[in-house]
């Protein structure tokens, strides 16, 4: 199964043996925990997959970090959508926003989509930035789910979505709206085809966006080891 061997390559992970003293580290390296408040060394936290060693609690990730523990090295091919975002109710500042973004974070939305393979096993893979707008469901990052939803049907493959959203983009008004009747469609349109769908729900998703996305999270979820939380259909 996928996630037997997703958890079996974040187990494997020997790295996380590598600790360091505080007293051999520069000024500037260290974070704070956000729950058990201890200082920890960056290095160490990034080797031990962003996860407190202390506390067990899980930072959270980028999509660019996701996809490298996720995905087999060299293999994701983005889908490459050409689709702009609208600004229907006129926002000031709203489309140079975008564009300050798109510059600091390097993503071109809050959604990365492509086809990949996890220990040889091609998948198609979704995976949201909170670091773009928080993630915010806008008519670009709908379309691209949409899309790549419905290009799992076509070429018949398993897609694994995780989100990350703080919700409807309101400067897109009811455009942003109606992307909670696309995306479900979608999935409705995947469930019928048959294709394994797996929706991994992590820190912070709130309900308004991930119950587009996880239609059956009412009936079968299940806490992991990590704060993230996974629904299979
Ligand atoms: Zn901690």
């Not at 360091?20 to 936290?45: N, Q, R």
């Not at 702009?84 to 926002?91: D, F, R």
Request: charged share 30%; glycine share 6%; net charge positive.
């Amino acid at each position: 199964m996928v996630i037997d061997k997703i958890k079996k390559r974040n187990i494997s992970n020997d790295e996380t043996q590598n600790s360091h003293s505080k007293a051999d580290i520069p000024i500037g390296k260290w974070v704070k925990c956000d729950k058990c408040k201890e200082i920890l060394y960056k290095e160490d936290l990034h080797n031990n997959y962003s996860i407190c060693p202390n506390c067990d609690y899980h930072f959270r990730l980028s999509s660019r970090r996701r996809l490298k523990q996720i995905i087999d090295e060299g293999t994701f091919n983005e889908f490459e959508l050409n689709i702009e975002n609208v600004n229907p109710l006129n926002i000031k500042e709203y489309s140079k926003k975008i564009e300050t973004l798109r510059e600091k974070t390097g993503l071109d939305e809050a959604v990365k989509c492509g086809t990949g393979k996890i220990y040889g096993e091609d998948v198609v893979i979704c995976i949201m930035d909170g670091n773009f707008l928080m993630g915010s469901m806008g008519s670009v990052v709908g379309e691209k789910i949409t899309y790549s939803i419905e290009k799992a049907i076509e070429l018949k493959l398993p897609i694994i979505i995780f989100s990350v959203s703080g919700g409807a983009r309101m400067q897109e008004g009811i455009i942003s709206l109606m992307q909670m009747a696309k995306t479900s469609a979608a999935i409705s349109k995947l469930n019928k085809a048959g294709n394994l769908y797996i929706s991994v729900l992590t820190d912070p998703t709130y309900r308004r966006s991930y119950s587009k996305l996880c239609k059956s999270w009412r009936y079968n979820t299940c806490r992991t080891r990590s704060n993230d939380r996974i629904c299979r259909t």
